[in-house]
């Protein structure tokens, strides 16, 4: 669907707004953020929220400087993160509620780590440059948990979409589903390297070929640790697997950057077939970041 133009602006401070959206059947939520003179919300009304508070760049002080700090919206488009610029502590918000402070998460290594949040935004991952884990952070229980098996050596490959399950890649090709309280669920070795689970836990999606131009996936059992053979995603011609994903229900999903923005896309799992979901068309501004999106994906940035 086409979002529709701005038709208000807010201003977002660091308390509670004043008063609640009108009642309606769909709730209102993040539609995507962008930049222009400072970073704004855009809603799925239409209405654009200003985020003063929110850093553009990394400081001087920190060790890339200049450097695009994060800025992102949970999946359910109803919590933002951002660095904070009085102290470029990583904070969490909703539209209608106080920053919360996550502490161990600094502006200053901005460039060198990189935050995730779970689709509800009540878990948050930063990988590093080692490579490895920074950080896990449980924000329902307010608490950072220990890396688990007491290493870094870890790749983050995502969330299951209940938000319930944590998928990581070990050395060797080892990939492990951890429950929120990072306690191994399920193992299983293999070659591909899964960056989606499905709401199973058991289920996880690899794409395959010359990544970021790739149109093919396999689907993995990570019970049994077998693959199912090649599925070649049937995209337009000039789209690629941009991001890869399921629904709560269980389908898959494919995000793909287009010429104007971005669509989203059902696949088959068998055939491949891709029926079209909604397409949404970039605004023109430098920098947009769509619900769901980590730190950098193909279509953030103008070129």
């Given at each position: 669907m086409r979002l529709r133009t701005v038709l208000a602006t807010l201003l977002l401070t660091a308390v509670p707004l004043n008063g609640q959206p009108a009642a309606a059947a769909t709730p209102v939520t993040i539609a995507y953020a962008q930049r222009t003179q400072t970073w704004e919300l855009v809603l799925t009304n239409g209405d654009?929220?200003?985020?003063?508070?929110?850093?553009?760049?990394?400081?001087?002080?920190?060790?890339?400087?200049?450097?695009?700090t994060a800025f992102l919206i949970s999946g359910d488009g109803r919590h933002f993160f951002y660095f904070r610029k009085s102290d470029g502590l990583f904070v969490e918000r909703t539209l209608h509620g106080e920053e919360r402070a996550i502490r161990n998460i600094e502006a200053y290594t901005t460039g060198e780590e990189w935050p995730s949040v779970s689709d509800d935004g009540s878990f948050v991952v930063t990988g590093t440059s080692a490579p490895g884990l920074g950080v896990l952070v449980d924000l329902r229980k307010g608490k950072t948990l220990p890396l688990p098996g007491g290493t870094d050596q870890w790749g983050f490959a995502g969330f299951s979409p209940d938000s319930n399950r944590l998928l990581m890649e070990g050395v060797g090709g080892r990939v492990t589903v951890f429950d929120r309280g990072l306690r191994t669920r399920l193992r299983s070795k293999t070659r591909l390297s899964p960056m989606a689970l499905a709401n199973d836990y058991v289920t996880a999606a690899a794409p395959v070929g010359s990544w970021p131009k790739s149109r093919k996936l396999r689907l993995l059992n990570l019970r049994t640790g077998k693959a199912s053979g090649t599925v070649t995603v049937r995209l337009p011609r000039?789209?690629?697997?941009?991001?890869?994903?399921?629904?709560?229900?269980?389908r898959l999903i494919v995000r793909s950057k287009t010429r104007t923005g971005v669509a989203v896309y059902r696949v088959s799992k068998t055939t491949g077939k891709a029926t079209p979901l909604r397409t949404i068309t970039r605004p023109d501004v430098k920098v947009w970041v769509l619900p769901g999106d980590d730190d950098y994906e193909p279509w953030t940035e103008k070129k």
């Open positions: 654009v929220v200003k985020v003063p508070e929110a850093l553009a760049v990394a400081p001087r002080d920190t060790v890339n400087a200049g450097t695009r000039g789209q690629y697997v941009d991001d890869l994903d399921f629904d709560k229900a269980g």
